[in-house]
């Protein structure tokens, strides 16, 4: 059976006011599977009518049902959808690989993470307080959180599962009343999980998911005049168009964008420990992950070893269809493949040193966008490989000398989301987590197991604003201050 046959609608309507509907127009977009490079399913081509109906829902709601909700019972809401996409775990992992091509393992990490958000903001969205201000006699003055309104919530194909649970998640527990726009290459997880939160209780026009193209649905969104904040994970480039649009509006949005993230190694360093973080971070769903750690900096005294030990690793890495259950799956895209082969083709024609590749399993359809991972050395710092995001399976390792060094190559691109330091050295582990432009610093581990309490954002071209953790609640709600006067 198709996975798709087990979803129980049609993927090829949008989400509006808690129904199934047809997009204004009646036009519809493919979705392949990454593996097989063959259609999965027909979804909605969403354009700017059908984003003027989910903000009308949305602000319906607002003005409804869901405005009246209490945060006591917006956190319980929350808590029952968490608990319906732990039922469903199974279904949203293979919707997943089958729409992002993520190996089962790792899609089904995302549907679990994707339940953690649903129960530590369902949790948190009744703790979230505001203050009383000690100021002149005869005054009481406080501070009262209050949703934006209608929030818009622009999501990339990579990580679609924890990109809703982070920013979808933590709007709802503020009162926010939210429309996403899921990517065009992978949407079927977002429409399942508008489903399960509608059969979980969220009061109609809460939620609202109109799938589309980005030129369209997506501009549409963030344009829209009724849209009170944005949340924007996805390029630099489209990350400056939505920013452009916020501002015409004068609304608030939050900037998730790209990375270039360092891992340091030092000579103390745990290398037994530090080797697995090392290569995971770099092909973990095919290396198109923002915060991939796609630059390597190891002190020239372990060089040698450390490349060594790292191209052992990789040359143990497997690639296949994302069923197969392998560490590595395929891209998103023929485009994505086509552009992660440009940075290979550039290595080679800049005689850079190729120190390993994973292989590709016998009998992977040959219509799949599959890369070998590819372990890279030999370049230099300013080198296109170690400057610009390639998002695909593909790391640099660099030599440094001394920790100045380190830092000053860690700091040395446009970007600044996350770093990692590996050193038995405490005083060093303070001055490095000090000196890197980072959103986030891991010392000795790098991404902590993901943790939804920490908070995530960038600095740089990286982005701005912070989601995950309390911190997305308040980039979610907006204060107001009262002043009493008593005499
Ligand atoms: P993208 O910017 O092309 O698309 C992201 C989303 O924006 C999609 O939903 C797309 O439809 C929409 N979009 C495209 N054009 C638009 C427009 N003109 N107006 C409004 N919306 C528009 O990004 P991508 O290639 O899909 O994703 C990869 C990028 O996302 C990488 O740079 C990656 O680093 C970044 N990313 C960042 C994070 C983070 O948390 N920092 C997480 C995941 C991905």
Redo the contacts with the bound molecule.
């Keep these: 059976m198709d996975v798709t046959e087990k979803l129980g609608f049609d993927p090829a309507l949008c989400f509006i006011n808690g129904e199934w509907v047809a997009p204004e127009n009646d036009d519809s977009l493919e979705l392949e599977d990454p593996s097989t490079g063959t259609p999965i399913a027909e979804i909605a081509r969403g354009t700017a009518g059908d984003i003027d109906a989910a903000a009308d829902a949305a602000h319906a709601a607002l003005e409804g049902i869901w405005g009246r909700t209490t945060a006591l019972e917006r956190g319980r809401i929350l808590a029952r959808i968490g608990q319906l996409v732990l039922d469903n775990v199974d279904l949203l992992a293979e919707l997943e690989a089958a729409d992002v091509g993520k190996p089962l393992t790792q899609a089904r990490n995302d549907a679990v993470a994707l339940a953690r958000y649903m129960e530590f903001y369902g949790g948190a969205a009744d703790k979230v307080h505001g203050e009383t201000i000690p100021y002149l006699d005869g005054y009481t003055v406080y501070t009262l959180r209050e949703p934006h309104g209608v929030t818009g919530h622009?999501?990339?194909?990579?990580?679609p599962m924890q990109?809703i649970g982070r920013s979808v998640g933590a709007a709802l527990a503020m009162g926010n009343a939210a429309v996403l726009?899921?990517?065009?290459?992978a949407c079927l997880t977002a429409l399942a999980f508008a489903q399960i939160a509608h059969e979980a209780g969220l009061p109609s026009g809460a939620l609202n998911v109109v799938p589309?193209?980005?030129?369209e649905?997506?501009?549409a969104?963030?344009d829209h005049p009724g849209v009170n904040h944005i949340s924007?994970?996805?390029?630099?480039?489209?990350?400056t168009?939505?920013q452009a649009?916020a501002a015409r509006n004068v609304v608030p949005v939050t900037l998730?964008?790209?990375?270039k993230s360092p891992q340091i190694v030092f000579k103390d360093a745990d290398i037994d420990r530090a080797l697995p973080f090392l290569v995971n971070a770099g092909i973990q769903n095919a290396g198109?992950?923002?915060?991939a750690a796609s630059r390597i900096l190891v002190h020239r005294s372990i060089y040698v070893e450390m490349l060594d030990r790292m191209a052992e690793c990789y040359r143990a890495l497997q690639v296949g269809p994302a069923g197969s259950d392998l560490d590595v799956g395929p891209l998103i895209s023929a485009r994505?493949k086509e552009i992660v082969d440009g940075f290979l083709d550039l290595a080679a024609e800049d005689n850079l040193t190729i120190a390993a590749r994973g292989e590709l399993v016998e009998g992977a359809p040959a219509g799949g966008h599959y890369v070998e991972p590819t372990l890279i050395a030999g370049v230099s710092h300013d080198h296109r490989l170690a400057q610009d995001?390639i998002?695909g399976p593909v790391q640099v390792v660099i030599p440094f000398d001394t920790d100045e060094e380190a830092v000053s190559i860690a700091n040395g691109t446009d970007y600044g989301?996350v770093a990692g330091i590996w050193t038995a050295d405490g005083a060093r582990q303070m001055r490095m987590a000090r000196a890197l432009r980072s959103g986030q610093v891991f010392i000795n581990n790098y991404g902590a197991g993901g943790g939804v309490e920490l908070p995530?954002?960038?600095v740089g071209k990286?982005?701005h604003g912070r989601?995950k953790g309390f911190e997305a609640l308040y980039g979610f709600s907006v204060l107001k201050t009262v002043a009493a006067s008593h005499g």
């Design positions: 622009i999501v990339p194909w990579n990580y990109i726009k899921p990517a065009e290459e589309g193209l980005g030129g649905a997506g501009a969104l963030t924007f994970t996805g390029s630099v480039g489209v990350g168009l939505v649009a998730e964008l790209g990375g198109q992950t923002c915060s994505q995001e998002f989301l995530f954002g960038g990286s982005g989601e």
